[in-house]
C-alpha cells in the first residue's frame, strides 16, 4: 500500500465532508499517487493554536480525483474518517514516523522504512470500517462544503481561507512536555 503522511497547520481542509482540496491546501501534493493518506498535526505554533498538534486529524483511504483547475484535484475517499481535533496521539501509535517527521522537520511523507510502514498501517486501519467521504456519496453530506468541493477554479484558497477565519480555530493547546 502506498500511503502519504503529511504535516498540517491548521483545520479545514480536508474538510468534515471527505473533500481533500476544498481550500486548495497541499496543491500539487493531492496529485501524487497513494492508496491512502494520514493527515497529521505540525507541533508548531500555528498547529497549537489550532488544537491538533501532534495528533492524527484525518485518515482517507481509496482516492478519487477529480481535477477542477486547481493546483491539484480535490480529492474524495472511499473511506474517511476525521478526527479534527479529537484525534490519536501521533507520537504514542507511530513513535518512528512521529521522530522522523518532527525532529528532521519533513512536511510530507512518502517513502517510508519497514517500521515506518507498520505504523502507518496501524494508523490507516484505523479507517477500515469507516464509510466514504459524504461529499463522495449522493445522499451525503452539508450542502454547503459539498458544493465548495466541486467549486472550479482558485477561488478559495488555503491561506485566504485560513487568514479570513473561514476555517475553524480550537483552543491554545502544548504539544506534551515529554516531547
Known sequence: MNILVYKRTHNGDPDTDGCFGVYD?????????YDAVIGVGGIG???????IAGMVNWIGVGPHKKYVGKRGPEVTFDRFVYFGCDGPDFYANAPSLAKRMYELNVRVLQVLTDEQ?????????LADNAPASPALTDAGGNANTFNKCKQCGRSIRCNRAAKSGEL????LSSPPADR
Do not use: Y
Open 25 to 33: 491546501c497541499m496543491g500539487a501534493v493531492r496529485d501524487r499517487e
Open 45 to 51: 505554533p500555528e498547529a497549537q493554536l489550532n488544537g
Open 117 to 125: 510502514m507498520t505504523e502507518a498501517l496501524s494508523i490507516v486501519s
Open 168 to 171: 475553524p480555530v480550537e483552543s
